[in-house]
């Protein structure tokens, strides 16, 4: 939690990020996926200063253990002093005690923002599904909460100005706002209409033109001038030299000796591996997007 202290921004976990979303098409299939369309809504989770807080943070707690399908899981939430925004017991179940930072007292609003995060690391912990080290597996829960509907409450907790400053979870505001895109292009929901904060509103906008730019990235056919003409040239020069820095495709030759284009699924990075012959449509596997190419 960075509280009046400097924020990170950009993309520093970026390849983190899209290895967890492969990760939760693997584990939860696209079928679970789909059944998240509807994300978590600003009235189920709102929170006034004259809610009791005990009551109001158990409630939203079952809100969230609701959206997350958790129907046998019981949160107790409790308050303490401590340096992080918050932290579960990760234990066998049902009951999982979950202690907020004391801020959450006074900063009522952004108790959902919170048990988001720590509700996720149930989610996850039941899933069996995990990133090794700390850092990598926190970056896996704020994506997961995020790509499945509670994460815009992550991002509207991001306040700064030049006096203070309020950011939770392990994400930078624009990687955010990236994994907030993402899941908009996949459903068609626009979360921005949510965002109390202005400056959520515009890490969102920085994220969705970088998850824009995932769909143009040769070989697809929505790829730019620029792109296709550095397409063609590598693929000329295919496979003798190593992948070029700054590309995400990659060539090899298959079994007859013919040539090979892979590259990662815009949708779920899980990579695709086609023919070089052309105009090709690829459908991925794993998240069923279909795909239009020229390779």
């Known amino acids: 939690m960075a509280n009046d202290g400097p924020v990170e921004h950009g993309y520093p976990h970026l390849e983190t990020v899209r290895a967890a979303i492969t990760a939760l098409y693997k584990r939860l299939s696209y079928d679970t996926i789909q059944t998240f369309a509807t994300s978590v809504v600003p009235a189920d989770v709102a929170f006034c200063d004259t809610d009791d807080l005990y009551l109001g943070a158990q409630r939203v707690a079952r809100e969230l253990v609701r959206h997350y399908r958790l129907p046998d899981a019981r949160l107790i939430v409790s308050f303490r002093e401590m340096r992080h925004a918050a932290n579960v017991e990760l234990a066998a179940g049902p009951e999982y005690f979950v202690e907020l930072n004391d801020r959450f007292r006074t ?4 108790i959902g923002a919170a048990l988001a995060h720590e509700v996720m690391h149930v989610y996850l ?8 080290g700390v850092r990598d ?36 505001p624009e990687e955010f706002g990236y994994v907030l895109a993402k899941r ?17 509103y515009t890490a969102y906008v920085k994220g969705m033109e970088l998850a824009r730019r995932d769909e143009q990235q040769p070989p697809l056919t929505a790829a730019g001038w620029a792109g296709r003409r550095r397409y063609a040239r590598d693929r000329r020069h295919a496979p003798a030299g190593p992948p070029q820095p700054g590309v995400r495709y990659s060539f090899t030759p298959d079994g007859g ?13 899980q990579r695709i591996r086609v023919p070089v012959r052309g105009r090709v449509r690829a459908r991925c ?8 190419c020229d390779t």
Do not use: M
Request: contains cysteine; glycine residues 6%.
């Open 107 to 110: 900063h009522r609003r952004d």
């Open 125 to 132: 912990h039941r899933l069996d599904l995990s990133f090794p």
């Open 184 to 200: 908009a292009l996949v459903f068609g929901e626009d979360p921005s209409v949510w965002f109390t904060s202005p400056q959520a």
């Open 257 to 269: 000796g013919r040539l090979r284009v892979s590259f990662p699924c815009p949708t779920c990075h």
């Open 137 to 172: 597996n926190e970056i896996l829960t704020d994506t997961a909460a995020t790509y499945l509907g509670a994460g815009w409450l992550l991002l509207d907790a991001y306040r700064e100005d030049r006096a203070s400053s309020q950011k939770l979870g392990y994400l930078t």
């Open 285 to 292: 596997a794993l998240c069923r997007s279909v795909l239009e």
